[in-house]
């Protein structure tokens, strides 16, 4: 049982775990700890890698993926076994059972990190300029992994932002030292969002992309795969929180920044376009999560883990399923989008003791390079693609009244690069983003907060077959239900007084 969860952060103690000898750590021998003395870069790298180490667990398998379970894009087996089941019911409360807690954990053990970091290595003496350079780059990514975290935390624990009444909404709990005797109380909304951009802004003004570390230097795939903090990041973030405010223009702005750049150029071929995710390289990765073979964070079995067993006996490649992609995410695409052949597979599998052929999500079918097994799944989470780039600048021109700019954002996605039917209005536009969302960003965890702010309802309707579950062939959940704003886990609730729920029962 997980306890009260912002006390251990606050402590630094389930936040700052042992550092392993994964292959970020090659160049940092020594792992020290909390109280260890700090005396050189190497030092630094270390807590540096200590940072992406513990956002392996922020940014894998079920914490990316366990709010699209929620959404429409999936259903439930009959041999889920009840995995993620009162996600996916629309019934989970805020106890140590619901993925929700996690989700609040992963994150707030994240921050407590970059806390530490942020507290300890300043402090480290520096000889030349050099040093004083990889220093502040390291101090600036931790300060853009807080504000990664903080955002997500808001998306999913707060309410969708009302401009102009965000000082009276309930935001997050602020942490930004390590002490055990802090109660934080709530922020309100508006302070949470403009604490997010002054970390972005103290990012910005520390890291530099040109300024490469002899860490870069030695270890060239980490830094060209995408595995490091970069400053394209800070914009997309500072996108998302535009976007969610309502600064359409500075969205915009961010968003087409990003594309114009041409720094990630779009997949147009659905090939290329499964082997992103398959082995997690391709010119649209923006930043992904380092793994190997022996430093993994979860895995994606629940979408169709291959079954050995069952495969031996009968002759032929069977499949464990928890879960299947609904019927309405599955006619959603156009006959000739690419994503429908990269993300999805007809199967066979055992379904109640007899044969199915459903189509089953592969968007991670497992990385060869880190399977120890025939039915291993693991792939690197992509926090950050350039697609989302593509979609604000569509939300944010067609909110400022830019018909051509919305458009061609959002063409220069669905059609261009993905193969799509080519829109040519802006008839029910947000529906439209919604289910773009949906398309592109399946199993990826970032749908939920475009549902949320664009007022979309999860509607799921007859399902694949006789695979799906009874409770998955009919649910309407309306953009007046609570459980768009996840509640604050009950152990912090009961252990900290100061801190407001969300739910009034």
Known sequence: MKKYILKYVLMGILAVPALTSCELDQTSPNNLQPGEGLTSIDDAESWRMGLYSTARSSFSGPSVFVSDIA????????????????????????????????????NYRLISRANALLANVPSIPVDDEDDYAEIRQIEGEA?????????????????????????????????????????????????????????????????????????????????????????????????????????????????DGIIYSGQFPLIDDAEELA???????????????????????????????????????????????????????????????????????????????????PVIFRKYPGNPSLKKSASDTYNTAKPFRVAEAYLIAAEAHYMLGETGEALN????????????????????????????????????GLAFSAYKRLNRSVVRGAQQQSVANSFSKAIIITPDNKRWTWEIPQQDLIANKNIEKNWAD
Not at 81 to 103: E, K, V
Request: glycine content about 6%; some cysteine.
């Open 71 to 106: 959404l429409d894009q999936f259903v439930a087996t009959n041999s889920y076994g009840n995995y993620y089941g009162p996600t996916a019911r629309w019934s989970f409360g805020n106890s140590d059972l619901d993925d929700q807690t996690d989700i609040w954990y992963y």
């Open 143 to 255: 300060y853009l992994m807080r504000a990664i975290a903080y955002q997500r935390l808001a998306v999913f624990f707060c309410d969708r932002y009302e401009k102009g009444n965000a000082e009276n909404q309930k935001g997050l709990p602020i942490v930004v030292k390590v002490d055990e005797k802090e109660k934080p109380i709530r922020q309100d909304l508006d302070s949470t969002y403009r604490f997010i951009q002054e970390d972005l802004d103290s990012a910005r003004v520390r890291m530099n992309d040109n300024n490469m570390s002899p860490y870069y230097v030695h270890n060239p795939d980490i830094f060209t795969n995408q595995y490091m903090l970069t400053t394209p990041i800070i914009d997309m973030v500072e996108a998302r929180i535009a976007l969610a405010q309502g600064d359409y223009a500075r969205a915009a702005q961010l968003a």
């Open 275 to 357: 082997s992103m995710f398959t082995n997690d390289k391709g010119s649209e990765i923006m930043f992904q999560i380092f793994q190997n073979k022996d430093e993994r964070g979860a895995s994606w079995n629940d979408f169709g883990a291959y079954n050995a067993s069952y495969s031996n006996a009968y002759g032929r490649q069977v499949y464990d399923v928890k879960y299947v992609p609904s019927t309405e995410i599955l006619g959603s695409y156009d006959d000739t989008d690419i994503r429908y052949q990269a993300y999805f597979k007809q199967v066979y599998c055992i379904d109640n003791g007899s044969w199915a052929t």
């Open 409 to 444: 954002a959002f063409n220069a996605l669905h059609s261009t690069a993905r193969g799509g039917e080519e829109i040519d209005d802006l008839t029910d536009f947000e529906q439209t983003l919604a289910d773009e969302y949906s398309r592109e960003y399946m199993g990826e």
